[in-house]
Structure formats: C-alpha cells, structure tokens
C-alpha cells in the first residue's frame, strides 16, 4: 500500500495492521532493541507501537513516511519505558547477531565476531549518539526525518551524529592499538 493509503484511513482493520506489521515490524522491533538493550522490552515496546498505531492511525497524516512516523513512536515509547524505575533498577543485555547462511563455519564465525564487535561498540554510545547513528546508518533516514523522529533540529542531528562517529573512530583507534 502506498503513502496515500495510510493518510486517509481514518480506522485500522485487520488486515491492515497485519500488513504494516508484516513490512515494518522487524524495524520497529530493531529499533527499539538499540535503544534499550533488552529483548524482552523490545518485544512489549513493538506490541505497544502497533497497539498505539491501530488506536490512532486517524492521527497520521503524511507529513513524514509512515515508516518514519512509526519509528517516531518507537523511540517516544522506548524513552518512556527506559524512564520507568524498573528498567532503571534492572539490567539485562544481549546482542544482535547475524544469523545469514555463509559459505564456511571459518568466515561465519569471522563475520559473526566483526558484527558483535560493531554493535557492542554502538550499544557503547550514549543514548543520543546511538539514535542518530542507527536511523542514519541503518535505517537510512535523511537529516530531516531524523530531526522529525527525535523532535531536534537538523543542526542538532548532524552535530550528534558526527559526535557519534568520532566516538566510534576512538572506539576503533583505540581497539587497534591493543591488537
């Protein structure tokens, strides 16, 4: 279903909310991972983001991507979540890992060890540098449907996505040197 689709619905059925599940879920639950850290909030997070989308759809209406307005509410919700006293008091982490088909157990393992050591090293950056860097770099959102997503200027994103970059760059110098 195209943009047009979704700003003119005024209710949500079924087979609509399957389908913007079905082409956006793992996003909503990706992103909601990175900023939590934790599966099982990542889980209630994007049960709560489609819950929220299939009670106020009529609210969308197209001034950014669906796509973009759904990771929007995945980060407000992820936030609050992250802000209650229970998140705070209680830490458990895992990470993402690739589980693709690759040629031999040899390159898997390498690729695998490389993809941990990038996501350890993200999951490391602060809660706003982090944000800025997933919806660029995994997402491939522009500055401005960033700076719509986190509710900041465009000026505010690219100072906290080079600052996440240069974090990184230490984070990659610095593991070097140990090497």
């Not at 609210?59 to 759904?70: P, V």
């Not at 992820?78 to 088909?101: E, M, P, Q």
């Not at 350890?120 to 449907?145: D, F, I, N, T």
């Amino acid at each position: 279903m195209d943009e047009t689709y979704w700003k003119h619905l005024e209710r949500m059925d079924s087979a609509s909310l399957q389908q913007l599940m079905s082409v956006y879920g793992q996003e909503v639950w990706n992103l909601a991972f990175l900023l939590t850290k934790r599966h099982h909030l990542a889980d209630d997070i994007a049960q709560d983001v489609f819950i929220k989308v299939y009670e106020s759809i009529h609210l969308f209406r197209g001034a950014s991507s669906i796509k973009t307005w759904l990771l929007s509410i995945t980060r407000n919700i992820s936030i609050n979540y992250l802000r209650t006293a229970f998140v705070r008091k209680v830490t458990l982490t895992g990470w993402i890992t690739d589980k693709g088909v690759n040629a031999s157990a040899e390159k898997q393992a390498v690729e695998q060890s490389v993809a941990e050591e990038i996501w350890r090293a993200v999951m490391g950056l602060p809660l706003k540098l982090r944000e800025v860097l997933v919806l660029h770099g995994k997402y491939e959102l522009s500055m401005k449907e960033i700076a719509n997503v986190l509710g900041v200027s465009e000026g505010t994103v690219k100072s906290r996505l080079a600052r996440a970059r240069v974090k990184m760059s230490a984070y990659w110098k610095e593991d070097a040197a140990y090497e």
